[in-house]
């Protein structure tokens, strides 16, 4: 049955969670089609995760192949297809373990990259899965700095080929996901070479193993890179290539190509390129980033609603944790953030929209704006979450760190994606990059887009706020962040100048600004982030409670952040220290109206028990029977303890014997 601390949590919600839910699904028939997916996937036994715990590597390399191949059989067979309306729900009724996603990602970057014969020949195998793809970019010693490669693409006139080698340990290319065991073929990135002339990184489809045997092709060294800190489903791979040599027609075309005489000829832009990596940083956010959240935020808060420990008042019951203050503030900043976030990948969803639209017409001017933001809020929103889940994690006790919590897997997952898909300080460097730029051109009066026309106008001024109610008021707590923000910019931009003028070299000059330029950065994103959270909220219907409590939501996500980073707004006097008492005030008021509506707050994510897989956070909330019962099913309580025979037995007759 129903766990009554839990019950009684859902009998007084503020609004109705079936219409949040619709709402953060964007709309109701949305809901019904995810919930249409998740239905037929949860049913399907081929996607049970309900031994994964307990899984080795192997295991779970194996299971992920497994659920791989029968997608593509249950998606012929539901009728669901890569263009349709359910297409986006599968992954995350998934729930993640399942392999060849950096097929996906060869195959866009052939349709990105290539030339239309190119994608004429190579598509169609990929969708029937004649071939496995993967992505080889990364290695051993360049990740993010993508001219740095060293891996050698040589064209032979004499054979029309191309003639591919890795010359030393550091060019291994050493991390590409299905790589490892599982790829035939790979798009791998060199260094390009014509009548000794370098010209360059450019992609290259390579065949490294025979679709016959599966053996490695000649020339070709790969294998599995070992254990990591999650994704042991992945085969995360490395690759060396001895002399490999493939058809000119293998080198993607679309922007360059190499002539049959050696003529180095290119077209079109190459800025698309930075196109293909925003559109998979926008979807990362939400996939990886913004649902573990929820996840976390889900178990924690159902755990402690019916975890109680120590009496708040003598001759009580003991209390449910959550009625303390300090995990009220443990908690719910995490969950405002989750929402917060969830309508921040909208406005980029929006922006990204929008930038598409305009390259088909081949304007790319909007397109830098699209970089910076893609850019600074992978790395803002992947930092802020994977704290905000270690703060869930640890806001469980003991019970969080037992895998079975479900917390400790979402945690090293999401500690990935701050490194996966750009490197976080150097996205925001060039976040900062863009936004030192516009604050110059809006100083000397120039267009500037929308998003940082603030920087045009930065005006000295004091927070107008007189009592803690003040504080509540969307327009004083925004124009707070935009001071800050415009602050940190228009300080480093001064700084910047000032070190060039007296004679620094830009460079130098512009690695002694860093740690501002990433902290303006970030100050930037998560201004608006406020800002998108208010104007959400002010245009959400005010019937069913909804658009009330997101307005507390989002006064708690602003005052949280002015809370726990007071020195950037105290610093020039604009919030005085009266007023940030003022802060704090409105805060903890708001911990315990917002603590009332925590459970169905996090119902309103709509996650299965299956989805969710943990012990501590299933609907009924049984949190112990379930610990207890899922425990059994350990492989180490399935067997006499090997160590026993072994170990345990001489060591303990041993001593009986001396006795």
């Given at each position: 049955g129903m766990n009554p601390d839990l019950a009684s949590e859902r009998q007084t919600a503020s609004f109705s969670v079936e219409k949040l839910t619709a709402r953060l699904d964007g709309g109701a028939e949305h809901t019904r089609i995810r919930r249409a997916v998740v239905e037929a996937i949860e049913c399907d036994p081929v996607f049970s995760r309900e031994n994964q715990y307990f899984q080795s590597q192997n295991e779970r390399y194996e299971a992920a192949v497994r659920k791989a191949v029968h997608l593509q059989k249950k998606m012929h067979e539901m009728g669901w297809t890569e263009d349709g309306p359910e297409f986006k729900y599968i992954y995350r009724a998934l729930s993640g373990d399942i392999a060849f996603l950096l097929h996906r990602i060869f195959m866009r970057s052939i349709s990105v990259l290539g030339s239309k014969q190119q994608i004429a020949k190579w598509i169609p195998l990929a969708t029937q899965y004649?071939?496995?793809?993967?992505?080889?970019?990364?290695?051993?010693?360049?990740?993010?700095?993508?001219?740095?490669?060293?891996?050698?693409?040589?064209?032979?006139?004499?054979?029309?080929?191309?003639?591919?080698?890795?010359?030393?340990?550091?060019?291994?290319?050493?991390?590409?996901?299905?790589?490892?065991?599982?790829?035939?073929?790979?798009?791998?990135?060199?260094?390009?070479?014509?009548?000794?002339?370098?010209?360059?990184?450019?992609?290259?489809?390579?065949?490294?193993?025979?679709?016959?045997?599966?053996?490695?092709?000649?020339?070709?060294?790969?294998?599995?890179?070992?254990?990591?800190?999650?994704?042991?489903?992945?085969?995360?791979?490395?690759?060396?290539?001895?002399?490999?040599r493939v058809p000119r027609e293998n080198m993607l075309n679309k922007f360059c190509e190499v002539q049959p005489d050696g003529t180095y000829a290119r077209w079109g832009s190459q800025k698309i390129n930075y196109f293909t990596m925003t559109t998979v940083r926008i979807s990362l956010i939400s996939d990886e980033v913004v649902i573990p959240l929820m996840k976390a935020c889900t178990i924690a808060i159902r755990y402690s609603v019916v975890r109680r420990q120590s009496k708040?008042?003598?001759?009580?019951?003991?209390?449910?944790?959550?009625?303390?203050?300090?995990?009220?503030?443990?908690?719910?900043?995490?969950?405002?953030?989750?929402?917060?976030?969830?309508?921040?990948?909208?406005?980029?969803?929006?922006?990204?929209?929008?930038?598409?639209?305009?390259?088909?017409?081949?304007?790319?001017?909007?397109?830098?704006?699209?970089?910076?933001?893609?850019?600074?809020?992978?790395?803002?929103?992947?930092?802020?979450?994977?704290?905000?889940?270690?703060?869930?994690?640890?806001?469980?006790?003991?019970?969080?760190?037992?895998?079975?919590?479900?917390?400790?897997?979402?945690?090293?997952?999401?500690?990935?994606?701050?490194?996966?898909?750009?490197?976080?300080?150097?996205?925001?460097?060039?976040?900062?990059?863009?936004?030192?730029?516009?604050?110059?051109?809006?100083?000397?009066?120039?267009?500037?887009?929308?998003?940082?026309?603030?920087?045009?106008a930065v005006k000295p001024g004091k927070c107008p706020a007189k009592n803690k109610l003040d504080f509540l008021s969307p327009d004083v707590y925004t124009e707070a962040y935009q001071h800050?923000?415009?602050?940190?910019?228009?300080?480093?931009?001064?700084?910047?100048?000032?070190?060039?003028?007296?004679?620094?070299?830009?460079?130098?000059?512009?690695?002694?600004?860093?740690?501002?330029?990433?902290?303006?950065?970030?100050?930037?994103?998560?201004?608006?982030?406020?800002?998108?959270?208010?104007?959400?909220?002010?245009?959400?219907?005010?019937?069913?409670?909804?658009?009330?409590?997101?307005?507390?939501?989002?006064?708690?996500?602003?005052?949280?952040?002015?809370f726990s980073n007071g020195g950037v707004f105290l610093h020039d006097g604009y919030i005085s220290g009266a007023q940030m008492d003022m802060v704090t005030a409105s805060y903890l008021d708001l911990l315990a109206v917002i603590r009332k509506d925590a459970v169905p707050l996090v119902d309103a994510f709509d996650f299965t028990d299956k989805s969710l897989n943990s012990a501590l956070g299933s609907y009924d909330g049984q949190v112990y029977q379930r610990l207890y019962e899922w425990a059994q099913k350990s492989p180490t309580n399935k067997q006499m303890s090997p160590a026993y025979e072994r170990y345990l037995k001489p060591l303990l007759h041993n001593t009986l014997s001396k006795l």
């Open positions: 004649q071939l496995i793809g993967s992505y080889a970019q990364t290695e051993l010693g360049h990740g993010t700095y993508l001219q740095g490669l060293e891996t050698t693409a040589v064209f032979d006139i004499t054979t029309q080929e191309f003639i591919l080698n890795t010359p030393k340990i550091s060019a291994m290319k050493w991390w590409p996901g299905d790589m490892g065991r599982s790829a035939t073929h790979t798009v791998v990135f060199a260094q390009l070479y014509v009548h000794g002339k370098c010209y360059g990184v450019h992609p290259f489809i390579v065949q490294i193993r025979s679709l016959q045997d599966h053996s490695l092709c000649p020339g070709v060294t790969a294998g599995d890179i070992g254990p990591k800190m999650n994704f042991e489903h992945v085969d995360n791979g490395y690759l060396m290539l001895q002399n490999v708040l008042k003598p001759g009580e019951q003991e209390a449910k944790i959550l009625d303390y203050q300090t995990q009220q503030e443990k908690l719910l900043p995490q969950l405002a953030a989750a929402y917060a976030f969830h309508f921040i990948n909208n406005y980029l969803q929006e922006l990204f929209d929008k930038v598409y639209r305009e390259i088909q017409r081949k304007k790319f001017d909007t397109l830098p704006e699209l970089h910076a933001f893609s850019s600074g809020f992978k790395a803002m929103v992947t930092q802020y979450c994977t704290s905000a889940v270690a703060i869930c994690l640890q806001a469980c006790g003991g019970h969080g760190y037992s895998l079975l919590s479900g917390l400790p897997s979402l945690y090293t997952k999401i500690v990935a994606s701050c490194i996966y898909e750009g490197e976080n300080t150097i996205l925001l460097l060039q976040t900062a990059r863009f936004l030192i730029k516009c604050f110059m051109a809006a100083s000397t009066g120039q267009p500037v887009p929308p998003s940082v026309t603030y920087l045009a800050m923000a415009a602050r940190l910019i228009s300080s480093t931009a001064a700084k910047l100048q000032d070190l060039i003028q007296s004679g620094v070299k830009k460079t130098d000059a512009w690695n002694q600004c860093t740690v501002q330029l990433v902290q303006a950065a970030k100050a930037h994103c998560h201004y608006i982030t406020v800002k998108n959270f208010a104007e959400t909220v002010e245009k959400l219907e005010t019937k069913a409670g909804i658009q009330k409590i997101m307005k507390h939501l989002c006064d708690l996500f602003a005052l949280h952040g002015i």
